[in-house]
Every structure is written in structure tokens, then in C-alpha cells.
């Protein structure tokens, strides 16, 4: 059996913002560490995008030199206290657990955050600076353009990100609610980034303020890392209603606005009584989450397939469930009614069917003819996808773009342009945080490969 992770009270933590997941202390590190096999072969790192050691850095919490496990995995990753939180290592490295097969998977994703955690307390320890004549520029400070920027970095290059907001972070900071990622973490993290010599340039609005052609005279390579911060809707009557909101503009008013703080903070945010999340990824589950600790009383999570299909990390929904979100599966909005007002009043769903599997892999929805119905909610928020951010990709001449508006790149994240990487959303679409970090990291290794060649 897995150590269990400490944490909030269901009913008490639906009241509050702080953080739900306590974290092990170090007597229950050791516990799980100690279920670790340590195998000679090691399938669990074939699962990491980041490629960290992983038997090494647990056989060294058991060993309790904890400081000794931090180092390993700050080898291959420098957001161990991000990604011990928030990546999906039930579908990565502990899918590959052997332990996994019989049982249940050593929690390698909890003790990455205790090492992490841990470290934070202690005092980060700070690597000599190499210095270097040669400059990048990286655009878009989110998992993979702060990766990106670490490694090259580490290798000795000038490197310098340019952020269109006021915050540095992306998705980190905007995207994620401060009960599964508290702002103080990544804060912590990007200063290590800082210290290890990446200068942050915020409020720079790249193919607004400067073009990277601009940027391609002034540094010797440019990565864009700039995500997928473009929403999705589902273009249904009324849609634009008040009270109708996409995830993306719901969670930055709460996470990167401090609209759960307000009055203290100027940026209201609208939620009523009964809230409507159309979707069941991790953005649904955060989404119908912060309803609930802004003041709902009833969130629904309105879904067009069933729970087998919901792309949701499990621990996210079974979080969901236990604060008491409820689950409308096999359901579909058709159209959102309003009020004399313009405000939502209701809306009409049908029941849907799964058919045959579709190029996602999973059962293609379909509706069953009269089972229209109706639901009373105040507020609808749309989680059903975000596209990559079309600024950057369409003030880029010669650049090779997809029908979805990402960026072409190959494996290396290299583009049609000389010199211009990519990486992250902005080239694969929504994604998670440990992939955009792979891909952060390997683009790092390909610059250097391209400088050093040039």
C-alpha cells in the first residue's frame, strides 16, 4: 500500500484557497521510498519526458540524504516543485512501475515534491555561473520556455525570456488555482532560474513590442515557448451571455488577478449559485473546484462521455467529488437561455451515446434524438480546449504553421525559419506541464547543437 498523502479536510477546503495536499514529512518519504525496488533496469525513467534518474533520487530518501536526492533530480529537471505537484505521473513514470502491476506504483510524484519541499526549507543550493558570449532569447516564460531557459543557461549561454504578462510563470501562474499550485512555489522555482543567470524581461508583448526578427539581430537563436492561451468554445445560441465564461478568462482573474481576494483586489469575478463546467479535463476540475470556494452552492461537471473517457488526472476528480462537485455525464449543451437582464438563466443539454472510437482513440459522443432537457444554472464556464497562441506564429514570415495554428517543428523543435525553435503547446497543442518541459529541454540541447555548429 501507497503511504498516504496528508491533507485538508474535504468540507474544510472547500472554504479556502490553501493548498489541499499537505506533502510527506520525512519519516513518511522514507516509508514510500522504501517500497521502491530499486531495479537494476528501471522502467519508470522510459516515462519521464525529463529523463530524471529516478531509482537513484529514491534510493538516496531512503537512505535519508535527501539533499543528495534534490541534486539528482535537479540534473535533469529544474521545476521539481511544479512537477511533483501537477504532472500526470500516473499515466508516465509510475505507469511504468513495476511495483504497478501487482499493486499500487511507488508515489515517485510525491516524494519529487518532498525532495523539492524540502530543499525550499533548507536553502536552495545555487550552481556556479558559466559565462559565455552567446545570447538566446526565449518567448513565453511558461514550463517549456523557463526549461528551455535552465538548460541553456546551464550550458553557459546569455539567455534572456521575454514575457507578455506582468508575471512569470504562463499557465503556471494564470492557469492553475493556488489550492493545487500555490503561487509561492513557482515564485521560489523561476528565482532559481533567475540565479543560475536568466535575465526576465515582463510586459513584453513579442510581435507587438519587438518582432522576432528584431530579436534574430540582437541574440543568436530564438525559442518560442508562448503555449496555448487561445480558448475553445462551443458555439452554441447565446454563448455570449453574461455569466458565460472560458476557463482560460475564469482562472486568470482568480490565479493571476487575485479576484478570490477582492475586495482587497479590484478584479470581481461573477459566480452564482449554480455553475455549469462543460468539460472534464484538469481545467474543468480547477474550474468547478474555485466555484466552490468562490460561493457556489451547486457545480456540475457536464460532460459528453462517460468518467472511463474523462482526460482528468483521477486524483483531480476524485478531489472534485470529494469537495462535491456532481458529475452530468453523457451530456451535451445545445443552448444557453438568458434572463431580461442578459445574464444566464438556464440551459439545454442532450443525452448522448458512444459509438465508435474516433481519432483521439476515444468513443465518439453522439446524441440521442429527444432527450433534449433543461438545467437551471447563473453561470457556464467553457472548458473544452485551448489552441496555441496565434501572435507570435503570425508575425513570423516564412513560418510553416499547422491547420490548428501551431508552430511545425521536428523532434528537435526546430522550425522552417534558421535559428527559431519552438516548443511547448505553441508546436503540440494543449499538453501537459512535464511534456512542454521535454520539449523545452530537448530544444535547449539543439541550440546548443546549432550554435556550436554555426
Known amino acids: 500500500m501507497r503511504t498516504p498523502m496528508p491533507e485538508q479536510d474535504s468540507k474544510e477546503r472547500t472554504k479556502n484557497f490553501n493548498e489541499v495536499a499537505f506533502g510527506y514529512?520525512?519519516?513518511?518519504?522514507?516509508?514510500?521510498?522504501?517500497?521502491?525496488?530499486?531495479?537494476?533496469?528501471?522502467?519508470?525513467?522510459?516515462?519521464?519526458?525529463?529523463?530524471?534518474?529516478?531509482?537513484?533520487?529514491?534510493?538516496?530518501?531512503?537512505?535519508?540524504?535527501?539533499?543528495?536526492?534534490?541534486?539528482?533530480?535537479?540534473?535533469?529537471?529544474?521545476?521539481?516543485?511544479?512537477?511533483?505537484?501537477?504532472?500526470?505521473q500516473e499515466t508516465q513514470c509510475e505507469q511504468l512501475c513495476i511495483l504497478g502491476k501487482k499493486g499500487e506504483p511507488v508515489a515517485i510524484g510525491r516524494l519529487e515534491r518532498f525532495a523539492a519541499d524540502w530543499e525550499r526549507k533548507k536553502g536552495v543550493k545555487i550552481p556556479k555561473k558559466i559565462g559565455t558570449t552567446d545570447k538566446v532569447a526565449v518567448v513565453g516564460s511558461g514550463p517549456a520556455g523557463l526549461t528551455c531557459a535552465a538548460e541553456l543557461a546551464k550550458?553557459?549561454?546569455?539567455?534572456?525570456?521575454?514575457?507578455?504578462?506582468?508575471?512569470?510563470?504562463?499557465?503556471?501562474?494564470?492557469?492553475?488555482?493556488?489550492?493545487?499550485?500555490?503561487?509561492?512555489?513557482?515564485?521560489?522555482e523561476i528565482s532559481y532560474i533567475q540565479q543560475i543567470g536568466v535575465e526576465i524581461k515582463t510586459d513584453v508583448v513579442v510581435g507587438k513590442s519587438i518582432t522576432v526578427d528584431e530579436l534574430l539581430q540582437e541574440y543568436d537563436a530564438v525559442f518560442i515557448?508562448?503555449?496555448?492561451?487561445?480558448?475553445?468554445?462551443?458555439?452554441?445560441?447565446?454563448?455570449?451571455?453574461?455569466?458565460?465564461?472560458?476557463?482560460?478568462?475564469?482562472?486568470?482573474?482568480?490565479?493571476?488577478?487575485?479576484?478570490?481576494?477582492?475586495?482587497?483586489?479590484?478584479?470581481?469575478?461573477?459566480?452564482?449559485?449554480?455553475?455549469?463546467?462543460?468539460?472534464?479535463?484538469?481545467?474543468?476540475?480547477?474550474?468547478?473546484?474555485?466555484?466552490l470556494r468562490l460561493g457556489a452552492e451547486q457545480v456540475f461537471i457536464v460532460y459528453r462521455r462517460s468518467e472511463k473517457e474523462m482526460p482528468a488526472r483521477k486524483e483531480e476528480v476524485e478531489h472534485a467529488k470529494e469537495e462535491g462537485v456532481r458529475f452530468m455525464l453523457l451530456i451535451n449543451p445545445v443552448k444557453i437561455f438568458g434572463d431580461e437582464q442578459g445574464f444566464v438563466k438556464r440551459m439545454e443539454c442532450i443525452r448522448m451515446r458512444l459509438g465508435e472510437p474516433d481519432e483521439s482513440g476515444r468513443r465518439r459522443p453522439l446524441p440521442i434524438k429527444g432527450s433534449e432537457f433543461t438545467m437551471d444554472v447563473d453561470t457556464v464556464i467553457v472548458a473544452i480546449g485551448q489552441r496555441p497562441n496565434p501572435l507570435v506564429p503570425k508575425t513570423i514570415k516564412g513560418l510553416e504553421i499547422g491547420k490548428h495554428g501551431n508552430i511545425i517543428t521536428d523532434e528537435d523543435?526546430?522550425?522552417?525559419?534558421?535559428?527559431?525553435?519552438?516548443?511547448?503547446?505553441?508546436?503540440?497543442?494543449?499538453?501537459?506541464?512535464?511534456?512542454?518541459?521535454?520539449?523545452?529541454?530537448?530544444?535547449?540541447?539543439?541550440?546548443?547543437?546549432?550554435?556550436?555548429?554555426?
Open 25 to 88: 514529512d520525512e519519516e513518511d518519504a522514507v516509508e514510500e521510498a522504501n517500497r521502491c525496488l530499486n531495479c537494476k533496469k528501471p522502467l519508470c525513467v522510459k516515462g519521464c519526458p525529463v529523463e530524471i534518474d529516478i531509482s537513484c533520487f529514491i534510493r538516496f530518501i531512503k537512505e535519508k540524504k535527501f539533499k543528495e536526492a534534490i541534486s539528482k533530480i535537479k540534473e535533469k529537471n529544474t521545476l521539481p516543485g511544479i512537477c511533483g505537484r501537477v504532472c500526470p
Open 155 to 188: 550550458l553557459g549561454y546569455s539567455v534572456t525570456i521575454f514575457e507578455s504578462l506582468h508575471k512569470t510563470g504562463g499557465v503556471l501562474m494564470y492557469g492553475i488555482p493556488e489550492f493545487r499550485m500555490p503561487k509561492a512555489i513557482v515564485e521560489a
Open 225 to 291: 515557448g508562448t503555449g496555448a492561451g487561445l480558448p475553445m468554445f462551443m458555439h452554441i445560441p447565446n454563448e455570449n451571455l453574461n455569466g458565460v465564461y472560458s476557463a482560460n478568462e475564469f482562472l486568470t482573474r482568480v490565479n493571476l488577478m487575485n479576484a478570490y481576494k477582492f475586495p482587497e483586489y479590484d478584479t470581481p469575478v461573477r459566480v452564482g449559485q449554480r455553475v455549469a463546467v462543460v468539460g472534464a479535463g484538469n481545467v474543468a476540475m480547477d474550474s468547478a473546484r474555485t466555484s
Open 413 to 454: 523543435g526546430r522550425t522552417s525559419i534558421d535559428a527559431v525553435f519552438a516548443g511547448g503547446d505553441i508546436a503540440t497543442g494543449a499538453a501537459t506541464v512535464i511534456s512542454a518541459m521535454g520539449m523545452g529541454k530537448k530544444s535547449a540541447e539543439a541550440i546548443d547543437r546549432y550554435i556550436r555548429e554555426k
